[in-house]
């Protein structure tokens, strides 16, 4: 059995069919990682969707903070914006069964045999994986049910609170891990995060530090695999891989081998998605 993982689809087809193909990709024997982000912004958001859906138990899907969005403006708390391509997915038939299905992904998954965790944009540096674990089930306790589902879109979007404090409660907790495991990329040097800077590491201020690159991070020696940072595109470190080569950016869709291998030497597969 193979797994591989892939970049942020965001609606990009063809690419992700042609990767498949290259690597002979088997649903009954092999297993795709995705890092979320499936639609938003390319041209066949809804097929996407449906893709990866009937993939059954081949594909493992954490959410995206597209993917929220989707949700969110599908049940009526969240205006789509001009750029967004999510009206081509509330438009199909299906769309109840992949909106449902959506709702039911994780927002973090780890492998205890392979040793990789998979999360959209990370894990903050206070956070060890027990943490993450137990921080990201409370929010999909909530998005898996429609009711809670429905209030807490009403407050997920914000900024605040941008540190994490074990104290935090109610939604203040479940927004800070919404954002950190969605939406990060720097914090600052006092461990803040920041959502204004969105380019490569070395063209940010010097006050801010990549999520992966803070002193002391407690999951430092595990490796993570995540997505979310187009600016940053396919690069690794010794123990996490960025996998968003900006496809919908019209550059690259990137794929990985993770079973046996480290984020310096999985073997790595490339599309050009212009």
């Known amino acids: 059995m193979a797994v591989y993982a892939i970049g942020d689809l965001q609606g990009c087809l063809e ?12 649903p009954s024997r092999d297993r795709l990682w995705l890092v979320g982000d499936l639609v938003n ?23 995206g903070n597209h993917d ?7 049940a009526g ?23 449902e299905w959506l709702a039911e992904r994780p927002l973090m998954h780890h492998d205890p045999r392979l040793g990789w965790t998979l999360v959209h944009a990370g894990i903050p540096p206070s956070w060890n994986l027990d943490t993450a674990r137990h921080e990201a089930r409370r929010v999909e306790h909530v998005l898996r049910d429609s009711g809670a589902r429905h209030a807490f879109f009403e407050e997920m979007y914000g900024d605040s609170p941008d540190r994490w404090s074990d104290a935090l409660d109610g939604v203040d907790r479940l927004r800070y891990t919404v954002n950190a495991l969605t939406r990060m990329r720097f914090l600052t040097r006092d461990g ?22 803070v002193p002391g991070r407690l999951t430092a020696g595990h490796p993570i695999v995540f997505g979310h940072w187009s600016a940053l595109g396919y690069r690794h470190g010794r ?6 080569s900006g496809c919908v950016w ?5 794929m990985v081998r993770l079973d046996d291998a480290s984020p310096k030497n999985a073997p790595v ?5 212009r």
Do not use: M, Y
């Not at 750029?83 to 069964?97: G, H, M, S, W, Y």
């Not at 803040?192 to 690159?213: I, M």
């Not at 123990?239 to 968003?244: E, I, Q, Y």
């Not at 597969?269 to 998605?273: D, F, I, K, L």
């Open 77 to 99: 708390f969240r205006p789509l914006r001009p750029k967004d391509t999510l009206q081509q997915v509330l438009d199909r038939p299906d769309a109840a069964e992949l909106l």
């Open 250 to 254: 019209g550059r690259r869709l990137t």
């Open 192 to 213: 803040a995060l920041d959502f204004e800077e969105n380019g490569p590491p070395e063209e940010a201020a010097g006050r801010l530090r990549p999520w992966f690159k």
């Open 15 to 26: 690419p992700f069919e042609r990767l498949l193909e290259r690597v002979s990709f088997d």
């Open 68 to 74: 929220l969005h989707l949700l969110a403006s599908a």
């Open 269 to 273: 597969w490339e599309e050009s998605c």
């Open 41 to 63: 912004r390319g041209p066949e958001s809804g097929a996407c969707l449906r893709r990866v859906r009937d993939l059954g138990e081949a594909a493992i899907v954490v959410l």
């Open 239 to 244: 123990d996490w891989l960025s996998l968003d």
